[in-house]
């Protein structure tokens, strides 16, 4: 079964230090998505890209935010100076349009900072 | 704007009984999917199971079942014969599809714990 694939599992990173989290969607998926979970916390939907641009962001998703699809395949999120309360697990999710309804998240990246 | 309530933060069962987490969300539309996350200790979403709101139908998948009452706005996922691996945080789920880029939207989690 096609999964959505996250690099790396868990990442520990200074405050301040720029980050970038990775996710390869299924291949046929249109929709792209990043999703926080802060320890003990509900999943907060961050953003969502189609066509190759931000399609919503929510409240959360401020300017040292940032999502790209650099290649076609990759899809990535940034965080340019992270800070401590950045620390969560984040989530890649991707869908497609197919008969299964196919909204699959990745296993997730744990980010600490320290 | 929707919102997902889970009103049981944690809850536990006795292996090979049965278990029935409770969600509810409000909505003003009609054309939704509702689903049923499961988190392990791993921290990986998992998809339990899905409804599609128009379907009468509840959603059952081996050993988990809804029971989807629509006019309630009521959704309640039930674990038949627990087993220890299905000690994890349940997330129940909303998503309507067609607008806001179908993002989902989460209910803030319970946390089951199956008893040996």
Same mark, same amino acid.
């Given at each position: ?114 | ?37 499961? #988190? ?7 998809? /339990?199971?899905? !409804?599609? %709101?128009? @379907?009468? #139908? ?7 079942? /809804?029971?989807? !009452?629509? %006019?309630? @706005? ?43």
């Amino acid at each position: 079964e096609p999964e959505v694939t996250q690099t790396p599992s868990h990442q520990v990173t200074q405050m301040g230090q720029e980050v970038i989290l990775r996710c390869v969607p299924i291949s046929n998926h249109l929709y792209f998505y990043w999703y926080r979970q802060i320890l003990g916390q509900k999943v907060e939907f961050l953003v969502s890209f189609y066509n190759n641009e931000i399609s919503e962001k929510s409240e959360i998703f401020d300017d040292q935010f940032s999502v790209e699809r650099p290649d076609g395949s990759n899809f990535t999120l940034k965080i340019r100076s992270t800070k401590l309360e950045d620390s969560a697990m984040y989530f890649c999710a991707s869908l497609g349009w197919d008969s299964n309804y196919g909204y699959t998240f990745g296993s997730g990246t744990r980010l600490t900072v320290v | 704007a929707q919102t997902v309530t889970q009103s049981q933060p944690e809850m536990s069962v006795q292996e090979a009984e049965t278990v029935t987490l409770s969600c509810t969300y409000d909505t003003s539309e009609s054309n939704y999917y509702l689903f049923w996350y499961k #988190q392990p200790p791993s921290r990986q979403m998992i998809l /339990v199971i899905r !409804q599609e %709101a128009y @379907k009468q #139908q509840n959603a059952t998948e081996n050993r988990f079942s /809804v029971n989807f !009452q629509k %006019a309630a @706005k009521s959704f309640s996922l039930k674990i038949s014969d627990s087993q220890l691996g299905d000690t994890a945080m349940y997330f129940c789920a909303f998503m309507n599809p067609g607008t806001s880029y179908d993002k989902v939207i989460f209910g803030p989690g319970t946390s089951l714990s199956v008893i040996p």
